[in-house]
């Protein structure tokens, strides 16, 4: 995926990129070290080269990363086309088995939490152009909790696939909130980080509108940070 995206003939960054190369996320490193360090045990058992060991062990990160990716894209769709209309078991049975314990997550949520989407936003694009940057949000609804019928009124949503929260996720709703303000086509008072786990089970993570404007600020520097080392791209 590119790091920029073009709109109307102009580069916007995309939010990911520039969070990715700004914030340390040392747990993931640790998780990325460890799986290299396995593939050479494994590679070095099998009789491989010392070429081939070093090879398989700097590949075997990426091929987690992209796995991961592709498994996230697949759930992202199905809670999308349910949260749209569709039937739940429906979308299940075309998912990937890797997939699937993830969206057991999502399923469970069900049973707690109602989501009813709002404002429909076009190819969910969300851009800055004062400050040029772009990401796809996931979803503004209201989200209503079923047992004490408390309802969380115009919610961002950003579904994650994973095992436990990071940083980054805040500082991601918070660009994506600062963008949807800048456009002005949706209110949003809150954030939610939604997480669907390996084990099958889920975990909301809420952001009060204080606290967004706070993680935007945060992303705010990011930007500047991610300008001063790779260049400014809103130069025409």
Known sequence: MS????????EYVRVTHVISQTIAKPALYYFYAREAVKCSIIAVNKGLSDADVMKLSVQAPGKISRAAAK??????????????????D???????????PFFDGF?????????????????????SEQYRFSGEIDDVCDLINKSTGEVHKNVLIDYKTGKGMYYTHGVQLGAYALGLY??????????????MMPD??????????????????????CLEIYKDQFGDWTKE
């Open 3 to 10: 790091k920029n995206r073009i709109i109307d003939n102009k």
């Open 71 to 88: 498994r996230g894209t697949e759930v992202h769709k199905a809670v999308d086309n349910v949260n749209s209309g569709k039937p739940l």
């Open 90 to 100: 429906g979308e299940r049975n075309w998912l990937m088995e890797e997939a699937k």
């Open 107 to 127: 399923e469970a949520s069900r049973s707690i939490w109602e989501t009813k989407r709002l404002t429909k936003i076009e190819n969910r694009l969300v851009r």
């Open 182 to 195: 800048e456009m002005g086509v949706t209110k949003v008072d809150e954030g939610v980080v939604f997480l």
């Open 200 to 221: 099958g089970s889920f975990e909301l993570e809420f952001y009060s509108r204080d606290q967004l404007k706070q993680k935007a600020k945060v992303f705010l520097a």
